[in-house]
């Protein structure tokens, strides 16, 4: 079992930026596809970003590219989603997940477990 806590969410204005963190209580963290995904009021979730376990692979929804940058750190067992230039369509709670070992994170099937959220609320 692994459990995956958020931190870092909050209230803020469009244009401005935001640093999610994503800790996990396991060892070989690092054998793990982590994955940041969102869920907006009344839609469905959806990915957001996703990084393989050596950190060397990245993928992004479109609307996200050039604003937000996904990372990890093996060492911390912490995955990061650095959050820029954040628009009022970006508010949702995001989830933190940690993939099958195959997969790339990229869909809701591919995910092994999930963090309870944080919410990130941009006002335009």
């Known amino acids: 079992q692994v459990q995956l806590v958020e931190s870092g969410g909050g209230l803020l204005q469009a244009g401005g930026s935001l640093r999610l963190s994503c800790t996990a209580s396991?060892?070989?963290?690092?054998?793990?596809?982590m994955g940041w995904f969102r869920q907006a009021p009344g839609k469905e979730r959806e990915f957001v970003a996703s990084?393989?376990?050596?950190?060397?692979?990245?993928f992004y929804q479109d609307s996200v590219k050039g604003r937000f940058t996904i990372s990890r750190d093996n060492v911390e067992n912490t995955v990061y989603l650095q959050m820029n230039s954040l628009k009022p369509e970006d508010t949702a709670v995001y989830y933190c997940?940690?993939?099958?070992?195959?997969?790339?994170?990229?869909?809701?099937?591919?995910?092994?477990?999930w963090g309870k959220g944080t919410l990130v609320t941009v006002s335009s």
């Open positions: 997940a940690a993939g099958l070992s195959y997969t790339d994170a990229r869909r809701i099937n591919d995910i092994a477990y």
């Open positions: 990084i393989s376990g050596s950190g060397g692979r990245t």
């Open positions: 396991r060892r070989a963290f690092s054998s793990y596809p």
